[in-house]
C-alpha cells in the first residue's frame, strides 16, 4: 500500500527491472563513507525488535537498503534517520519495494532534507516555528520567552517522522497519511504534540526541563493524535504561510548554515595549525573573497592576487622575476587551482614552523631549475625569503655578503651552483646562521618594513670554524 500511496511504484517502472539488485552488485566491492556511517547505524535501529535482532534478516536488508541508495543518490548518500525511516518500512515492505520508498521520500516528499545541506529541513522548521505561533500564540510566547529553539525540537521530528517520538501504532498512522498526503501531515501532526503537552509546556519556566520534556516521546493514542492534527489544525493556512515565508526562511537557512560552515571551518584549521583563530579568520576571509562558488580554490588569478595582499613580508622580494610563478608552482603542486587547506598547511610550515623547515620550503621554491641546486643570486634570494618570515631580527651581516663569504669558504666559484643539501647541512642547520642575523624562533612574521642589518661584521672566521 505503501508504495502505492506515495507514488514509488511510478519510480520504480522508470527504472530496468533489475536496477536494485545490479546497483548493489556493481558496488558490492567498493568502500565509500556512506558504508562506514551505515554500518554503525544498522543497530541502532529498532534495537529490541525481533526482526532486526543481529541473527535475523532484517539487518541485512537495512544494510542493503541504505548502501543501495548511497549509490543511486549519491549527492545524498547516507543521513542520520534515514536508517530509522527504512527500518520501519522494511517492517512492512520487501527489501526492493522499501528502496524505491525511500527514494521517493527523499527525492520527493522531503527534498533536500537528507543531503549534506539539509536546507530543505532547515527552511520547514523555520516555516513549522511560523505555524506554532499562529497555532498556539501562547506556547509560541512561552517558549520564546524562555529562549527554546523550537527548531532543535521539531529538526528530529520531521527528520524522522516522529518514529521514536510516538508510539508505533501512532507512527504508522503518520507513516499512512504522509505518504498519501505530503508534508503538510507533519506539521499539523507536530501542533497536535504541542496543543497535547500545552500545560506541561506552559507550567514550566526552566529552558532545560522545557527542551528535555519536548524531546521525550509522547504516550497518547493514535487516534488522539490524529484527531487533534486533522480537527484542531486541518484549516491552518500552511501554505499560505509557505509562500509568504519561503524565500525568508530560505535566505535565513542558507545565511545559518554558512555560518555553521564557516565555524565548522575555521575551527578546523585552526586545530591543524599553529595559527590563532584570529589568524585563521583572517586566511579564510581572504580566500573566499578571491573564489566564486565559495570553492576555496584558487586559480592562477586568484593566487595572485593572494600574493599581492596577504605576502605582505616578501613584497621587496617578490619583484623578483620569475618567484612569483614558483610560489604558484609550490602551493598548486602542479594543478590547476590550490585549496584554502594547502595554503593554510603551507603557511603553517613558512610562518610557525622550525628555521630548518622553513628553509627546506624557500630553498625548494627558489630551485627554479629544480636540479637541487641553487645559483648564487637564488641562495641570496632564499636566504631573503626566510629572513622575511622573521619579525624584528637585528643581522650583523647582509645575505649578499653571507652568501660571498660562504662560497668563499667552500673555494667555490660565484658562478656555480652550491647543492641544496650541502647549504642545509653545513650552514642552515649550525646556530651560527641564527646568530648571524638574529633570527627568533617564536618571532612572528614579519610585516612589509624592511629589516635591515645593523652593523656589517667580519664573519669570515666564523665561517671558517
Aim: hydrophobic share 40%; net charge negative; proline share 4%.
Amino acid at each position: 500500500m505503501w508504495t502505492l500511496l506515495s507514488g514509488a511504484v511510478n519510480f520504480y517502472y522508470l527504472h530496468p527491472s533489475d536496477y536494485y539488485t545490479k546497483i548493489l552488485s556493481d558496488n558490492a566491492s567498493i568502500s565509500s563513507t556512506a558504508k562506514a556511517d551505515i554500518e554503525k547505524d544498522i543497530h541502532r535501529s529498532f534495537p529490541t525488535h525481533p526482526f532486526f535482532a543481529k541473527s535475523s534478516a532484517g539487518p541485512n536488508q537495512l544494510r542493503n537498503v541504505l548502501i543501495a541508495y548511497s549509490w543511486h543518490n549519491e549527492s545524498v548518500g547516507y543521513c542520520q534517520s534515514m536508517n530509522i525511516l527504512t527500518a520501519l518500512l522494511l517492517l512492512y515492505l520487501p527489501e526492493e519495494c522499501a528502496f524505491w520508498v525511500l527514494s521517493i521520500i527523499c527525492e520527493t516528499l522531503m527534498p533536500q532534507y537528507y543531503n549534506n545541506t539539509m536546507i530543505g529541513s532547515l527552511v520547514d522548521v523555520n516555516l513549522f516555528a511560523n505555524l506554532l505561533e499562529e497555532a498556539i500564540p501562547e506556547v509560541w510566547q512561552h517558549l520564546s520567552r524562555h529562549n527554546v529553539p523550537v527548531s532543535a525540537v521539531t529538526m528530529p521530528w520531521l527528520l524522522t517522522v516522529y518514529i521514536g517520538y510516538v508510539p508505533i501504532q501512532a507512527a504508522l498512522r503518520i507513516m499512512d497519511s504522509f505518504l498519501c498526503e505530503g508534508l503538510d501531515v507533519l506539521f499539523r501532526v507536530g501542533l497536535a504534540l504541542f496543543k497535547l503537552r500545552q500545560e506541561q509546556i506552559l507550567e514550566l519556566s526552566d529552558q532545560h526541563q522545557l527542551i528535555v520534556m519536548l524531546k521525550e516521546p509522547i504516550d497518547v493514542p493514535a487516534d488522539i493524535i490524529m484527531k487533534i492534527a486533522l480537527e484542531d489544525f486541518g484549516s491552518v493556512p500552511i501554505e499560505k504561510i509557505r509562500s509568504n515565508k519561503h524565500n525568508q526562511h530560505k535566505s535565513t537557512a542558507i545565511r545559518a548554515l554558512e555560518e555553521d560552515t564557516r565555524t565548522t571551518k575555521i575551527f578546523s584549521l585552526e586545530q591543524r595549525s599553529k595559527f590563532t583563530k584570529t589568524e585563521v579568520t583572517e586566511l579564510y576571509n581572504l580566500v573566499q573573497s578571491l573564489t566564486y562558488n565559495d570553492s576555496f580554490e584558487l586559480s592562477k588569478a586568484g593566487f595572485d592576487t593572494f600574493l599581492d595582499q596577504y605576502f605582505l613580508f616578501w613584497k621587496e622580494q617578490l619583484s623578483t622575476p620569475e618567484l612569483g610563478a614558483q610560489i604558484w608552482e609550490y602551493f598548486s603542486k602542479g594543478k590547476a587551482v590550490t585549496s584554502l587547506d594547502d595554503i593554510v598547511d603551507i603557511l603553517n610550515v613558512l610562518l610557525k614552523g622550525s628555521l630548518t623547515s622553513r628553509w627546506d620550503i624557500c630553498s625548494e621554491i627558489c630551485d627554479f631549475n629544480r636540479q637541487g641546486k641553487l645559483s648564487y643570486e637564488q641562495l641570496t634570494l632564499a636566504i631573503d625569503l626566510v629572513l622575511g618570515l622573521y619579525s624584528n631580527h637585528v643581522a650583523v651581516v647582509t645575505s649578499d655578503d653571507f652568501v660571498t663569504m660562504l662560497y668563499e669558504k667552500l673555494a667555490v666559484s660565484t658562478s656555480q651552483s652550491l647543492p641544496i643539501e650541502v647549504v642545509t647541512t653545513e650552514i642552515i642547520k649550525k646556530p651560527l646562521f641564527s646568530e648571524l642575523f638574529g633570527l627568533d624562533p617564536k618571532s612572528p612574521r614579519r610585516t612589509a618594513e624592511s629589516t635591515k642589518p645593523a652593523h656589517r661584521a667580519n664573519i669570515g672566521s666564523a665561517l671558517k670554524m
